[in-house]
Nanobody, 126 residues
């Protein structure tokens, strides 16, 4: 069982930046697509971005495209999320997750991710 621990969240003013990190332990995830999701109060968990096993392919939700960047370091078993030009509507708990299956095509569907971190709070003030 892999354990994921997100960090890097916090309070930031609109227009600011944050970088989230998510190291994994328990097993390697180099053969899995990795994703970031978020959940705001009273809303369903939504897809933010995902990255392929090699890191060459990425996919972003329209709401974050051009502002957020996902990356991974397979040697460190870690996935990152660089968030720039943050907006109040980006406020949410952010989760990293491991997609089911080896070398799978990137999916934005929550139910296709098996392993989840505990989440880190990101709050953007206006």
């Amino acid at each position: 069982q892999v354990q994921l621990v997100e960090s890097g969240g916090g309070l930031v003013q609109a227009g600011g930046s944050l970088t989230l990190s998510c190291p994994a332990s328990g097993r390697t995830f180099s053969g899995h697509t990795l994703g970031w999701f978020r959940q705001a109060p009273g809303k369903e968990r939504e897809f933010v971005t995902a990255i392929s096993t090699s890191g060459r392919s990425t996919y972003y939700a329209d709401s974050v495209k051009g502002r957020f960047t996902i990356s991974r370091d397979n040697a460190k078993n870690t996935v990152y999320l660089q968030m720039n030009s943050l907006k109040p509507e980006d406020t949410a708990v952010y989760y990293c997750a491991v997609q089911r299956g080896l070398y799978s095509i990137i999916s934005s569907r929550v139910h296709e991710y098996d392993d989840w971190g505990q989440g880190t709070q990101v709050t953007v003030s206006s």
